[in-house]
């Protein structure tokens, strides 16, 4: 029977502005040219953003950078494809400074690795499950740990042919329930993920640091200030995870950071000495909960207590050695009469009567949700008591996650039989790390800390041009202004395609669209250099260089411009 394929839903088109209009012929063939390009830009925004989007999202619909194609789906048009690209060029080269090879790894991945690891269940409902018209059951990859060790395992069986480090920039997928911000959690999205592959955890640990260091030169190219935090592993385990960020008020992530030592901790991973209580309180928070094995079966109660106004940490309770590999629930336990007798888990900061401390059944451990205004415990030599006086006190800051560093360990490589054989003939499984960053998450992250009410502030290492070029000329121009006009544009860019590249010069020679608007586009675009001939530069022969990080403006003489530029 025939069945109509309807429409998917999408958002309402965005009123285009400025986008490619008619040719005009006013800059060369060998030149950028607005008037061919596809950079549909915009005033406003219609209902496809609402009040719980990002700045992000917001200023890359409307300076044309991408369009919606559904919840948490987005097409990338020209101008982002060069911000992404001189990111992932960024990336590249220091990835392959420290010995780094890409690959390229399937997107539609096979359950038996999933499987085989324990997180085909435990991924849960974010993955993207599908099947097969043979029965066979594959995800839309989330992450490629699974996929890169069977392939190592089947390739690699001798110590000479460690170490390895193997990376890609690709999508990955998830099912987020509620797609939010834009790019900043996306259901598809662009990642570079890089696994390493070595002979002994000493070598593992070396190659950790290395990336790490890889990480920072990273960040630093790209031009926005960012920090380095320790944080909790996840679901993707292992004994040592790091990560980087953006500061920004609408960050999903909370830091705590001492100004004093520099100590940076995610607030699931933080440590520190908590504020004594402003009385001699003894009372407590206690949370119930249940735990068990993953096929749930076992269940049993649990209660885990905490200081008087404070939160529980869910993430240091489920790292406990007493729930390791185990479920954890936090919502009305099972029915007790099965288990009368409950597990106890208490704050080793609660204060605490003669109870019965020797009961197997009862596990002391820190379970607190470290918060601003806590002592910093590295500045501070003295013991976790409530009598403790910190000196130094951790501060609070929101931030976007753009990058995850993970030393695993054995983790992937004992369950996927990736082993070699050593220097004494000793098979033993590799030891692992992985390395991410999100490569559209963070275009999107440097527009939320890099803007103004005019538009995007690019830093130059990745925005989509250098230098956009600003004629005051349209159809109406007399010849004589109109030869000045093009005379100026050949001679600015033979002078600039050296200084600062080609490539990253554009030329806004839309007919149709007056002076004003075109530094306004140029401005919303975020370019870092804007160079205008306007009536200046017809009356007196001095072009306007405007900059856009500090909104400088300078008058300076054509031959003088490839002053303010170097690669």
């Known amino acids: 029977m025939f069945r109509p394929i309807l429409p998917a839903c999408r958002a309402p088109p965005i009123p285009v502005m400025g986008c490619c209009r008619r040719h005009a012929t006013l800059a060369g063939p060998h030149q950028n040219r607005m008037s061919r390009m596809l950079a549909p830009t915009s005033k406003a925004v219609?209902?496809?953003d609402n009040a719980h989007s990002a700045v992000s999202h917001n200023l890359l619909l409307r300076a044309g950078y991408i369009r919606q194609s559904s919840a948490g789906m987005y097409s990338f048009l020209p101008l982002a494809l060069r911000v992404l690209g001189k990111i992932e060029r960024i990336i590249d080269e220091e990835i392959q400074r420290v010995g780094g090879q890409k690959l390229s790894l399937p997107c539609l991945l096979p359950s038996d690795g999933w499987k085989k690891t324990g997180r085909w269940e435990s991924t849960g409902s974010e993955m993207f499950k599908v099947t097969d018209r043979k029965g066979?059951?594959?995800c839309l990859a989330p992450t490629h740990e699974e996929e890169i060790t069977q392939l190592v395992a089947a390739e690699v069986s001798s110590w000479k042919q460690l170490p390895l480090r193997l990376y890609q920039t690709g999508r990955k997928y998830r099912d987020e329930a509620r797609p939010r911000s834009g790019l900043l959690r996306a259901r598809e999205f662009i990642m570079k993920d890089l696994y390493s592959f070595d002979a002994t955890e000493e070598a593992a640990l070396a190659t950790y640091d290395e990336l790490r260091n890889a990480y920072d030169r990273i960040l630093k190219r790209i031009g926005i200030p960012f920090a380095a935090a320790e944080a909790d592993s996840g679901n993707i385990g292992g004994t040592r995870s790091h990560e980087y960020h953006f500061l920004s008020t609408v960050g999903e992530d909370t830091l705590l950071t001492c100004n004093n030592c520099g100590y940076t901790a995610n607030e699931e991973r933080a440590v520190g000495i908590l504020r004594p209580p402003q009385n001699d309180d003894m009372t407590?928070?206690?949370?119930?909960?249940?735990?068990g094995r993953q096929d749930q079966s076992e269940w049993c109660n649990a209660s885990v207590t905490v200081p008087n106004g404070r939160t529980l940490n869910p993430a240091k309770l489920k790292a406990h050695p007493a729930l390791k590999g185990l479920v954890v629930k936090f919502?009305?336990?099972?029915e007790s009469n099965a288990f009368p007798n409950e597990t106890k888990f208490i704050d080793h900061r609660v204060r605490r009567r003669e109870t019965a401390l020797d009961d197997s059944r009862t596990h002391i451990g820190d379970f607190t949700m470290i918060q601003h205004g806590d002592g910093c415990s590295v500045?501070?030599?003295?013991?976790?008591?409530?009598?403790s006086q910190p000196s130094q006190f951790l501060q609070s800051h929101r931030a976007i996650e753009i990058g995850h560093t993970f030393f695993l360990g054995t983790k992937y490589s004992a369950s996927l039989g990736a082993t070699f054989k050593n220097e004494k003939q000793e098979v033993v499984p590799m030891q692992m790390g992985c390395f991410g960053i999100g490569v559209t998450r963070m275009m999107a992250a440097v527009v939320?800390?890099?803007?103004?009410?005019h538009g995007i502030i690019w830093p130059e290492s990745?925005?989509?041009y250098r230098i956009c070029i600003v004629p005051m000329l349209n159809k109406k121009s007399a010849l004589e202004q109109q030869r000045a006009i093009s005379g100026a544009i050949e001679q600015l860019y033979s002078l600039l395609k050296d200084a600062a590249g080609q490539e990253d010069i554009v030329v806004d020679d839309r007919e149709d669209m007056t002076l004003g608007f075109k530094m306004k586009d140029a401005s919303l675009i975020g370019y870092p250099y804007m160079i205008v001939l306007g009536k200046t530069f017809l009356q007196d022969g001095l072009v306007e260089v405007h900059i856009r990080k500090t909104e400088e403006k300078r008058l300076m003489r054509i031959e003088d411009i490839t002053t303010m530029f170097n690669h």
């Open 136 to 138: 066979g059951e594959f």
């Open 331 to 334: 919502n009305n336990p099972t």
């Open 379 to 387: 500045c501070n030599s003295a013991s976790q008591h409530h009598d």
């Open 448 to 453: 939320e800390a890099s803007h103004d009410q």
């Open 46 to 48: 219609h209902a496809a």
């Open 284 to 291: 407590t928070e206690e949370l119930r909960f249940s735990f």
């Open 462 to 464: 990745i925005a989509p």
